[in-house]
């Protein structure tokens, strides 16, 4: 399973950021899709995530309200809005994949088995 996120990078505080996230060698529709971010010096906490269909999901208590997860399972893909940013947003953000086999994502509702390589996001102050 080989997840790609992209869309990371520079923006100020209060700025926005869209992620994506698409697999090149699996589709995604029949997982549980979401992401996963990793702070300087922190361990990877789970974010949000989407169910197969996209009428479930789930966000960390941080990013409610200012974070917004969706799926195109027509075109393979995740997105991550990201608004409102601020520098503790600041991470890898990495997606993620799982189903209902997989184990629950450390303190989230988010059950992971994959993940991928991430993309930086950085908020300045």
């Known amino acids: 399973v080989q997840l790609q996120a992209s869309g990371g990078g520079l923006v100020q505080t209060g700025g926005s950021l869209t992620l994506s996230c698409t697999a090149s060698?699996?589709?995604?529709?029949?997982?549980?899709m979401g992401w996963i971010r990793q702070a300087p010096g922190k361990e990877r906490d789970g974010v949000s995530c989407?169910?197969?269909?996209?009428?479930?999901?789930w966000y960390e208590d941080s990013v409610k309200g200012r974070f917004t997860i969706s799926r195109d399972n027509a075109k393979n893909t995740v997105y991550l809005q990201m608004n409102s940013l601020n520098p503790e947003d600041t991470a890898v953000y990495h997606c993620?994949?799982?189903?209902?086999?997989?184990?629950?994502?450390?303190?989230?509702?988010?059950?992971?088995?994959?993940w991928g390589q991430g993309t930086l996001v950085t908020v300045s102050s």
């Open positions: 993620a994949a799982g189903d209902m086999t997989s184990p629950r994502f450390g303190n989230s509702r988010c059950q992971f088995s994959y």
């Open positions: 060698t699996f589709t995604l529709d029949r997982y549980t």
């Open positions: 989407i169910s197969s269909e996209g009428g479930i999901t």
